[in-house]
């Protein structure tokens, strides 16, 4: 079945130093993958996502590329902020056409100090 | 606040109690789903709605469970003779379109259960 796998966390940073987070997947198909992030107290938003390979998506100063040969779609930031302090989900909709299932990763913590 | 809205945020019962949790999705959101959460674990998905038919249920919506939308509005999730299993937080989503043709889904808060 369909499975993304998540680098352990928890990441600390500090502010303004470059990010990623690694995920990786296996489904059957051409998936769409989306990177979902969970701030304290809040629900789950969606931050980015890309729908085929070699797509880039993007928001908020984060990207992930779609990498269908190394069926990877790494969280990538260039310079983080205290306020990116959150819970980040890797998730993908399987290549076969489900309009209604998300498999999600274990979710990586990330805390950005001062 | 015209996001997705779930109640009770916090749910602590007995072992053997019955529960249950409502959620009212984005007004004019059609579709609506059911994840799980335990701890260090993403969302699994239990079950989804398409207006008031349920249309898919996991195989982790065990006969204990039953969910419904009787209106096509808002929906409830029941688990009956709660076990401390079934402790966890539960999540739910709301989206316009289907996720085939890029409909985004909005989370809400969560219901969180602790089975005692």
């Known amino acids: 079945g369909d499975s993304v796998t998540q680098m352990e966390g928890p990441v600390t940073l500090s502010e303004e130093a470059f990010l990623t987070i690694n995920c990786t997947y296996t489904?059957?198909?051409?998936?769409?993958l989306f990177w979902y992030v969970q701030y304290p107290g809040e629900g789950l938003q969606l931050l980015l996502k890309?729908?085929?390979?070699?797509d880039k998506g993007s928001n908020k100063g984060f990207e992930a590329t779609y990498r269908k040969e190394t069926t990877s779609f790494h969280l990538e930031k260039g310079s983080v902020q205290v306020s990116d302090s959150a819970v980040y989900f890797c998730?993908?909709?399987?290549?076969?056409?489900?309009?209604?299932?998300?498999?999600f990763g274990k979710g990586t913590l990330l805390t950005v100090n001062p | 606040d015209t996001g997705v809205s779930q109640n009770p945020r916090h749910k602590i019962t007995k072992r053997g109690q019955n529960v249950t949790f409502r959620c009212d999705p984005i007004?004019?959101?059609?579709?609506l789903y059911w994840y799980r959460q335990t701890l260090g674990q993403g969302p699994e998905f239990l079950t989804y709605?398409?207006?008031?038919?349920?249309?898919?249920k996991s195989r982790l919506l065990s006969d204990r469970f039953s969910a419904e939308r009787p209106k096509g509005s808002f929906s409830t999730l029941e688990i009956q003779r709660t076990e401390q299993g079934d402790s966890a937080m539960y999540l739910c989503?709301?989206?316009?379109?289907?996720?085939?043709?890029?409909?985004?889904?909005?989370f809400g808060e969560g219901s969180r259960l602790t089975v005692l």
């Open positions: 989503a709301s989206s316009l379109g289907g996720l085939q043709v890029g409909g985004e889904l909005f």
């Open positions: 489904a059957t198909g051409y998936p769409s």
């Open positions: 890309a729908t085929k390979a070699d």
């Open positions: 998730a993908l909709r399987d290549g076969g056409g489900s309009n209604y299932k998300l498999t």
């Open positions: 007004s004019e959101h059609n579709r």
């Open positions: 709605f398409q207006n008031e038919a349920q249309l898919e």
